[in-house]
């Protein structure tokens, strides 16, 4: 004997009942896709927010290999600026770096393969105080920071590497030692390059020794060219 099932159709508190729970699915699942989208909007937020932290990057290309730097402009602007014109000037290209310690920092920007020393702009405002305070870059390894005399406000267009974590040149104090030197940015590619650049032999150099009898490089190591990338 077939069995017939019937369903009867829902009356009174039960279809009430039926139209309330299909309310609450519609609105859980509206919930639901706020909530992604929402999610959605903080991720593409944070990937703005980190493209936007990513400053202008110059790429010294030097016959021992490339070395990639990125500036910290809102820490550092006007050393930045200073740098970026010296670059877009194409002052780097030909020069070398003349000083190498190893334990310390390589420096290079001012000076040709035969020692001559390249004309610059006037110098500087020292930013390493406001550097400091705005949590910009330190004299870490890998970071790049500008040469300078005994006068706080005198970098013009040398600049240096730290290969070792250099906290005593960062501001203590606006006095003539205290004063410091203002790093504006790091090395994000080619690290390898400077560290086989702090290895290489030193001594005097072979055009004039008298000048400088010590720390410079044996093997020359020129920067090609200087380019800025963003």
């Known amino acids: 004997?077939?069995?017939?099932?019937?369903?009867?159709?829902?009356?009174?508190?039960?279809?009430?009942?039926?139209v309330h729970n299909a309310s609450q699915r519609r609105r859980w699942a509206l919930m639901s896709l706020g909530a992604v989208m929402l999610l959605i909007g903080l991720l593409f937020s944070q990937v703005a927010q980190a493209n936007d932290a990513v400053g202008p990057r110059?790429?010294?290309a030097t016959n021992m290999g490339d070395i990639v730097l990125e500036l910290d402009a809102k820490a550092a602007p006007k050393t930045v600026a200073n740098f970026i014109r010296y670059v877009n000037e194409k002052h780097y290209d030909g020069t070398i770096f003349h000083r190498v310690i190893d334990g310390f920092m390589i420096q290079g920007g001012g000076y040709t393969p035969?020692?001559?020393?390249?004309?610059?702009?006037?110098?500087i405002e020292n930013e390493a105080a406001e550097i400091l305070v705005?949590?910009?870059?330190?004299?870490?390894?890998?970071?790049?920071?500008?040469?300078?005399?005994?006068d706080p406000h005198s970098a013009t267009a040398q600049f240096y590497i730290n290969v070792a974590k250099n906290s005593f040149l960062d501001f203590q104090a606006k006095t003539m030692?205290?004063?410091?030197?203002?790093?504006?940015?790091?090395?994000?590619?080619?690290?390898e390059i400077v560290n086989a650049i702090k290895k290489l032999p030193t001594g005097p150099s072979p055009a004039v020794p008298r000048s400088f009898p010590r720390d410079v490089p044996q093997e020359t190591v020129i920067i090609k060219n200087a380019t800025l990338e963003k």
Do not use: C, S, W
Request: charged share 20%; proline share 8%; aromatic share 4%.
């Open 114 to 123: 035969d020692m001559q020393q390249k004309p610059t702009l006037p110098p």
């Open 1 to 18: 004997m077939n069995k017939h099932i019937t369903t009867r159709p829902k009356t009174g508190a039960a279809a009430a009942t039926t």
């Open 134 to 150: 705005r949590g910009g870059p330190r004299n870490d390894v890998g970071t790049i920071a500008m040469a300078r005399t005994q």
């Open 58 to 60: 110059v790429r010294l």
């Open 177 to 191: 030692r205290g004063y410091g030197y203002a790093a504006f940015g790091r090395v994000v590619e080619g690290m």
